[in-house]
């Protein structure tokens, strides 16, 4: 009795020894990749040592807080510009790909049961289709009974690289989308209600009769919502699944992306699903904390090697491994110490 107690209180202080060396690093930005960077928190912390502190607040919030300094990392889902990338001193490499579906609340109508040419999604938000018996959406899908009711499109209130990737396939659609709105992490939109955070519009899609919105797959996935089929360029509907996930992400063309922008938008292929994405993590190549910077790029280094079975688990998409070694050579090439040293 007594050694059990006495390995309870050695166990007991060994664990709390082990919190107070934890390392934190603080991270802020997308939701879009929220889901996966806490598994991989959870896993990465008794592995390295290092405890993720990640605020999903939008990716505009994550681009502006990194340069600020205020964080450790920023993560976005919509690639940093060019120059500001540039006058910032940021190293901007993509973490994990993942895709944008769309979600629906309406009475009788049945997972993935919808059919939505990109054209009508377009429509729909712009304002022009606004219920859900509208004849053009009856005619892509019959056999499905759409209700007299309105359509309510939910939209994200805050900056948002989600909407950017969203925006970006409506404006490869709808040249009137691309001409009259555009495509950034915050647009004016035309019609519908705004939602904070993936979280948000899923949870108003959810509580809305007649209403439609875009959230991560991930989103979806964990809540249970009633997601639809998309029409990709291959001009084939085409069902939000992993497989057809990975067939868009398949077809990105990283070798000529500068600064890791792939685009991975409407690709071809009649299995492509159309709205794929690579989420980015910016990182200053002059870190205020060398040691911190470090640690980053050692959390992402183990779940590049270690959470792929995570990230397919919740319906991402692992980067390449070819793409991996690119980034951990920009790593060692591009962040540096005081004296000139790579920092990893």
């Known amino acids: 009795m007594k050694i059990n107690t006495v390995l309870a209180f050695a166990l007991a ?7 107070a060396q934890a390392q934190q ?24 040592g ?13 681009q502006n807080q990194i340069l600020n300094r205020t964080v450790d990392f920023g993560a976005s889902d919509a690639p940093m510009d060019a120059a500001k990338l540039a006058s910032g001193n940021i190293l901007q490499f993509p973490a994990v790909m ?4 769309v979600i629906v609340n309406i009475p009788g109508v049945e997972m993935d049961a919808l059919k939505l040419p990109g054209e009508l999604l377009a429509d729909i938000y712009a304002g022009t289709i606004s219920k ?10 019959r056999g499905v009974t759409l209700p007299n009711l309105a359509i309510a499109p939910v939209y994200r209130a805050d900056g948002s690289g989600t909407s950017f990737v969203y925006t970006s396939y409506l404006s490869a659609v709808s040249a009137d989308w691309k001409s009259k709105v555009g495509a ?3 647009v004016k939109w035309p019609a519908g209600a705004g939602a904070k955070g993936n979280d948000g519009v899923a949870a108003t899609v959810r509580n809305t009769k007649g209403s439609i919105g875009y959230v991560e797959n991930a989103y979806a996935t964990q809540n249970k919502l009633i997601t639809v089929q998309l029409r990709n360029k291959a001009r084939q509907f085409v069902k939000p699944t992993a497989a057809a996930f990975n067939a868009a992400a398949s077809a990105g063309n990283w070798r000529d992306a500068k600064n890791f922008a792939v685009d991975l938008i409407d690709q071809a292929g009649d299995t492509s699903w ?31 090697t270690n959470g792929a079975a995570t990230a397919q688990a919740l ?13 951990r050579s920009a790593w060692h090439t591009e962040i540096k110490n005081p004296d000139g040293k790579p920092v990893f």
């Open 25 to 48: 690093i603080t991270g802020a930005g997308a939701t879009f990749p929220a889901p996966v960077y806490s598994k991989w928190a959870e896993s990465a912390k008794p592995a390295t």
């Open 98 to 101: 993942g895709a944008v579906v």
């Open 132 to 141: 859900w018996n509208d004849p053009k959406l009856v005619e892509a899908n």
């Open 184 to 186: 950034a992490t915050s």
């Open 13 to 19: 202080g060994y664990a709390t020894t082990a919190v």
């Open 50 to 62: 290092i405890e993720l502190n990640y605020q999903a607040i939008g990716s505009g919030g994550g």
């Open 315 to 327: 319906e991402y998409i692992p980067l390449p491994g070819a793409v991996q070694d690119a980034v």
């Open 274 to 304: 159309p709205i794929v994405s690579a989420t980015f993590i910016l990182l200053p190549k002059d870190p205020k904390d060398p040691g911190r910077s470090a640690n980053v790029m050692k959390f992402f280094d183990w779940a590049f």
